[in-house]
């Protein structure tokens, strides 16, 4: 018994040796929680897997006899100075944490809620971090060093008592004079969490080009206001290195002291915005909810380190693995530099697996586990618990009580766990059967979402709905259970298999015979895939589940082999001609599994069934034989998952796969494809010598000067898939357009597809900040029903058209009607020798130039070629089906159907098929907006009104008939239109509709377009209140449409006729070419912060077009004139200029403060730009090191130049996406047929008016709104609360200059914005 106890002092006082070196750099809250654990004896760890119990061997050495009472006497002395020491640490680190209390207690005994859990008590610690009990009795053997450390703590604490006192008396001071809701003192105060704390220097900057006179003007009146005497600072002495480095800083006189009065008036100037934010600041502090959501608090690495584990733990589960689940988080949980990583969500993906199976120790011994980690359990630990014990016949009740009453002392309800949980299969009715035993008359209570939004453009939408009238749909009941079927089935596959255009073709002899030994060699290279797939896949599972690295042999589990190797074997057949980038492969085939996997994982929850059933009564709200409904798609959606609320839980709860691991993924399979698919090498020519060869090739190629991986397919394999022209496509499922109308929207994780995974906001790949901002979100209900809305416009084939299109198509193409010709059109490319002496070294490099132009001429073909096949196979597949386009949208809020190639946002070849799949009369004037609509299509009479427009068109009735009756052998008048296959179905429409027996009664599917005239322009003119620029961009009502790229072409030729007057060569050599045309895009872009160098390459574009031009004069003049077209632009358009700058050099100081600029778009939507620096990282792997630019990682600093030249065209565009969503939002309650491309709205002829009159109302009245003062406050008050004290800090002067910028926000003009009202060519 005496050596039990030996061996156990040994072991206890090694462990306080440990923490005694460790205290030093340990939190305060682990000192502490350490200290417990020490003077309890009851360190735990527990460290069992399911199959057996791993202990850590701990050696020591047994003390001498003689020396025992002397160690012990050493080990309460020790104790002591560790006490004091944490006293001493909590005063040290007073700046940076809050004091905690230490407090000694017992831990009990037994387990949590009662059952024992047992296992080994020792600390989970890093092996080289235990030292061995022997070392530490050794070198504690003296006598003396205790008392060396009791007086060298006492001489410490004596030196620090006055430094102490200091340090308390600043905070108090600080405590009175800072805004309650900032930390005080801390050095990270003023930045977001996961931002770089490096203090910008704001002095000697270069002057930018765009706008210094506003950054002069704000550095001049900052520098006044840091000796204001109003600041309660004593003025500081500049060094005269200082005075040097900062004179940028003072505006006018360089050697002369600015006076007192000076400094008052500034002063003064600084007083309104410093009351208003701190006016937000105490409204803020006082709601306790900020209307802002703050950044993440967690660095982007820690969260992509999270998102690879729960992905790892939860593919490891899926694919029935448990034991490698429960190793890996076990070797996680071990190493303390690894355990940082995991959160509570983590342990809780095995606390969901023991409690399907009914283990309550096990879920016990993960409660411990969360304890050590220094975690709190949430609702989903709880859940697990109490699905557990609702699986466990005869559970005891006082364990169902006690785990509630934990849950209430954590401050959650069991409301909380019905409300906040995603749940699986049957684990919602275990978690309320195991409720019921201690609680028989419990009912969750579920409210659903209200559709109240704090924005007052749509308070009116949502609460005076007596007038609207909600379109349905033009299918029965049982029409659209059969098409939601249909989906289903689709979706449940993953891929469809069409049949492509070129099947039209006669096949010939050599055609039959390629198809035959294509077929051949696909059928050998999936046996030979899956039997590589296996030998890898058996390597890769005899790797060490302890080990703590990630391995794909998880990810590789997901599916049937067989469906990985279908995968690669398609993967192949995409491949163009001249080949691919190593990581877009990749990252296609791992997107690829994801998407089978998150498809599998929901039909493995049971949510299929849930999934039938709500859609099923869901088709009440749109089928035409069901009765009226006063509500939106979103709000019935959401009631019926709440009066449904049995079984598993339909939205979120899936894990996405970090882009790092997809692409891991991807190139594991790349690589055995590369390495294990080979062909005969005499399959085509029997005289070559019979050897097997790869069909692909990694190899490397140059992109601009970054050498990249490549996949290019053999020659041999190109030609037998070019002569085979195979009539069979296969597509993923998505890819396609939905049979059934969407699930709407009713959360930033549900809606869409029916299974397959969509995300609501598109962003770059990896990136995080935007999902986490919209789930901070308390509100984007008018941003979702919008959405839904125009997911909900059925659509149909305008087959007569599409025929046509197909058999150009098939023919030889057409380059003037936009149909790419086949690859046998394509150059020839040259051979040649390049070591025959014959050629001179010039011809050498003009026939390497004719090849490197002829290969990227093949290349650009088949790519255009390809995609138009895709498009044209699409619909025609779809020729005789209704069909929808789910919606999602980018990061500023702008919308995109989910199907990527066959939508209404395409080509003029794809909007030419697509026609509504309702049809209503033409009524009175919609013949004559059938008409109007043509002659917008042609490009003609844009300076004509409406009537003159009407009447050219009925000028030319004779070439719309002919155009309709023969496309392809009459006039071809339609084929010199800007939009040629548009007008050409525009003419049919027309012809149809006149030689109806009633125009006004003729039933049109046809979608009439109204669009914007520069309406990027046309928001900043609104902004601005600029009488000028409304007038420009048709916000005044005008008798004719003011076409503002003719007027900016007018006022460019009148400076280049003054210029050419005095001489300048190149404003003669221009004379008669500066057109509408020349500087179109120009003016459209600039807006959208195109620069002088894009706007040059724009207008050398336009001029290269014109053949008359003399080509050696092409960069001089467009170097001359992207300079007259900017200038003319500063002249027409004043208040758009002081806003663009306003808005650039607001986010250039944001940016230099160590900010991503954020905002709020007046619906409500919240909006952050992810532009960061460049990080590099490295993907090793066997195949090659695959370097990803990482630019959206919130770690890294802002990325300045991107931020502030992003901002002015961003912020726009959230601004038009807006307007476009209040429109469709008052359209639909108005029954309207409404759908968008961006600025340009589509609906019914009959509809046009209505439209356009709500269209108006809803600019004027996002326009009324103080767009610029809440922005200006919503910045200040995200990044200008609780600066620093010290007024000579350079960041304190960089957030002052700041603070009066946002604050000057840009004076208005005079425009009446009700006159937008009676403007017909607003949108026309």
Request: glycine letters at 4%; aromatic letters at 8%.
């Amino acid at each position: 018994m005496s050596l039990l106890r030996v061996c156990a002092f040994a072991k206890c006082l090694s462990r306080r040796s440990l923490f005694g070196k460790c205290a030093g750099r340990l939190s305060l809250a682990d000192c502490c929680q350490l200290c417990v654990s020490t003077r309890s004896g009851t360190v735990r760890r527990i460290s069992e897997t399911p199959l057996q119990l791993q202990r850590r061997k701990v050696s020591f050495v047994i003390p001498k006899t003689e020396d025992g009472k002397k160690r012990a006497l050493e080990q309460s002395q020790l104790l002591d100075v560790l006490e004091a020491r944490i006293n001493q640490l909590q005063s040290d680190v007073v700046l940076d944490v809050q004091r905690a209390k230490v407090q000694f207690v017992k831990t009990p005994t037994s387990g949590r809620w009662g059952f024992t859990v047992k296992g080994p008590k020792s600390s989970p610690q890093e092996k080289s971090d235990i030292p061995k009990s022997g070392q530490t009795l050794a070198k504690g053997a003296s006598k003396s060093q205790p008392s060396r450390w009791m007086e060298k703590l006492t001489l410490e604490q004596k030196s620090k008592f006055k430094k102490q006192q200091h340090v308390e008396q600043k905070i108090q001071k600080n405590v009175k004079e800072k805004p309650p809701a900032k930390s005080k003192g801390s050095k990270s105060s003023l930045m977001h969490p996961g931002t770089s704390h490096k203090t910008i220097s704001a002095t000697a900057k270069k002057k930018s080009r765009g706008g210094m006179k506003l950054s002069d003007e704000i550095r001049a009146a900052v520098s006044r206001t840091s000796a204001a005497a109003g600041t309660g600072v004593v003025p500081h002495k500049v060094s005269e290195g200082k005075q040097k480095s900062s004179k940028t800083w003072v505006s006018g006189t360089k050697g002369q002291k600015q006076t007192v009065t000076d400094a008052q008036d500034m002063a003064k100037e600084l007083e309104e915005p410093e009351r208003r934010l701190s006016q937000q600041v105490r409204q803020l502090t006082s709601s306790g909810n900020p209307d802002h959501p703050q950044e993440g608090s967690q660095g982007t690495a820690c969260e992509d380190i999270q998102l690879s584990i729960r992905s790892y733990l939860e593919a490891s589960v899926f694919a029935g693995d448990i034991e490698r689940a429960h190793c890996f988080l076990l070797s996680q949980h071990r190493v303390m530099r690894r355990r940082k990583h995991l959160n509570t969500n983590i342990y809780n993906i095995l606390m969901r697996v023991w409690a399907k199976k009914g283990t309550l120790s096990q879920i016990g011994r993960i409660f411990i586990l969360l304890e050590e980690a220094g975690l709190k359990p949430n609702v989903g630990s709880y859940s697990a618990a109490l699905e557990c014990m609702g699986r466990k016949p005869n559970c005891s009740p006082k364990l169902i009580t006690r785990c509630l009453n934990e849950m209430e002392a954590n401050g959650l309800s069991v409301d909380n766990v019905f409300s906040q949980c995603v749940f699986r299969q049957d684990e919602r009715d275990m978690v309320l059967k195991a409720v019921h035993i201690v609680q028989p008359d419990y009912q969750p209570s579920l409210s659903v979402t209200t559709s109240q939004c704090s924005s007052s453009l749509v308070q009116d939408f949502y609460t005076q709905r007596a007038d609207h009238r909600y379109p349905k749909l033009d299918f029965t009941q049982e029409e659209l259970q059969k098409r939601f079927n249909h989906q289903l089935i689709m979706e449940q596959a993953c891929t469809i298999t069409i049949d492509s255009v070129e099947t039209a073709r006669p096949v010939t002899t050599n055609m039959a015979k390629m198809r035959e030994l294509l077929a051949d060699q696909r059928a050998q290279w999936q046996k030979i895939l899956l039997q590589a797939l296996r030998e890898s896949k058996m390597i890769l599972a005899n790797t060490s589940t302890k080990d703590y690295r990630l391995n794909l042999y998880p990810y590789l589990c997901l599916m049937e082999d067989r469906e990985y190797v279908d995968i690669m074997i398609q993967s192949v057949a995409n491949l163009p001609p001249s080949g691919e980038s190593l990581k877009i492969i990749a990252r296609d085939l791992g997107n690829r599994v994801y998407t089978m996997y998150s498809v599998r994982q929901k039909q493995q929850n049971q949510m299929v069934e849930k999934l039938c059933n709500i859609y099923s009564a869901y088709t009440d709200l749109l089928a035409k034989d069901t009765k009226e409904y006063d509500v939106l798609p979103r709000e019935q959606w959401c009631k019926l998952e709440a009066e449904q609320s049995s079984g598993p839980t339909l939205q979120g709860g899936e894990t996405h796969w970090p882009y790092i691991v997809a692409l891991e993924l991807g190139i594991y399979m790349v690589d055995l494809m590369v390495k294990n698919l080979k062909i005969n090498s005499d399959i085509l020519n029997p005289a070559f010598d019979r050897k097997l060869i790869p069909i692909l090739y990694h190899m490397y190629t140059f992109r601009s000067t970054r050498q990249v991986g490549f996949i290019k397919t053999h020659p041999i394999l190109t030609q037998m898939q070019q002569e085979a022209m195979e009539t069979k496509l296969t597509f993923d499922s998505y890819v396609m357009p939905m049979m059934c109308p969407p699930i709407p929207w009713t959360s930033v994780k549900s809606g869409a597809y029916l299974l397959t995974p969509t995300k609501l906001m598109r962003t770059v790949e990896g990136a995080t900040q935007h999902e986490v901002l919209l789930e901070k979100c308390q509100n984007v209900h008018p941003v979702l029903d919008s959405l839904n809305q125009l997911g909900n416009c059925a659509w149909r084939i305008n087959k007569p058209l599409l025929d046509i299109i197909i058999s150009i198509f098939n023919d030889r193409g057409s380059d003037k009607l936009d149909i790419p010709p086949p690859l046998s059109e394509a150059p020839k490319i040259p051979h040649f020798n390049s070591h025959d002496p014959m050629y001179t070294a010039s011809e050498k490099a003009h026939m390497k130039k004719e090849v490197i132009n002829a290969k990227k001429k093949c290349g650009e073909m088949h790519s255009l070629r390809m995609d138009a096949l895709y498009k044209l196979s699409i619909a025609n597949h779809m020729r005789d089906e209704i069909f929808w386009f789910p919606h999602n949208m980018d990061f500023r809020g702008r919308t995109y159907p989910c199907p990527p190639y066959f939508n209404h946002l395409g080509s003029d070849v794809t909007r030419a098929v697509l026609v509504f799949a309702e049809g209503k009369p033409l009524g009175p004037k919609g013949l004559d907006w059938l008409k109007i609509h043509l002659v917008n299509l042609t490009g003609l009479k844009k300076r004509s009104p409406l009537q003159g427009r009407l009447e050219y068109a009925n000028t030319i009735m004779e070439d719309i008939l002919d155009s309709a009756d023969n496309p392809l052998n009459g006039k071809k008048w339609w084929m010199n239109a800007d939009e040629p296959w548009q007008a050409l179905a525009c003419c049919m429409e027309i012809a149809n509709a006149v030689r109806s027996p009633d125009p006004t009664q003729y039933i049109s599917h046809f979608p009439v377009h109204q669009d914007g005239s520069c309406n990027g322009l046309q928001h900043y003119a609104a902004l601005g209140r600029d009488v000028i620029g409304a007038t420009s961009v048709n916000l005044m009502p005008c008798d004719t449409p003011q076409d503002v790229y003719s007027g900016v072409a007018q006022q460019v030729e009148e400076f280049r006729a003054r210029d050419a007057a005095h001489g300048l060569k190149i404003a003669q050599v221009l004379e008669g070419f500066i057109n509408r045309k020349v500087v179109k895009q120009t003016v459209m872009t600039v807006v959208y912060g195109v620069t002088r160098y894009g706007g040059r390459l724009q207008i050398e574009k336009r001029l290269k077009e014109i053949d008359e031009f003399p080509k050696e004069h092409v960069w001089d003049a467009s170097h001359y004139l992207v300079r007259l077209v900017f200038s003319g632009l500063k002249e027409m358009f004043t208040g758009t200029r002081e806003i663009q700058d306003w808005l650039t050099e607001s986010a250039r100081l944001i940016s230099k403060c160590g900010h991503t600029v954020e905002w709020v778009t007046p619906l409500g939507l919240p909006i952050i730009q992810p532009y960061h620096r460049t990080r590099n990282q490295v993907l090793k792997s066997t195949m090659q090191h695959v370097n990803l630019q990482i630019t959206h990682d919130t770690k890294e600093r802002p990325d300045t130049v991107k931020q502030k030249n992003a901002f002015p065209p961003n912020f726009i565009h959230s601004l038009d996406s807006t307007h476009m969503m209040l429109t469709a939002l008052h359209c639909y309650s108005a029954g309207l047929t409404f759908v968008s491309v961006h600025d340009c709205f589509w609906t019914h002829a009959i509809t046009v008016d209505t439209m356009n009159k709500v269209c108006r109302e809803q600019f004027v009245a996002l326009h009324s709104q103080p767009i610029l003062e809440e922005l200006s406050n919503f910045l200040l008050q995200k990044y200008c609360t609780g600066l620093p004290m010290e007024t000579n800090n350079k960041k304190h002067q960089g957030y002052r200059w700041l603070m009066l910028l946002l604050a000057k926000v840009p004076q208005t003009g005079d425009f009446d914005l009700q006159r937008v009202k009676e403007s017909t060519y607003f949108f026309s």
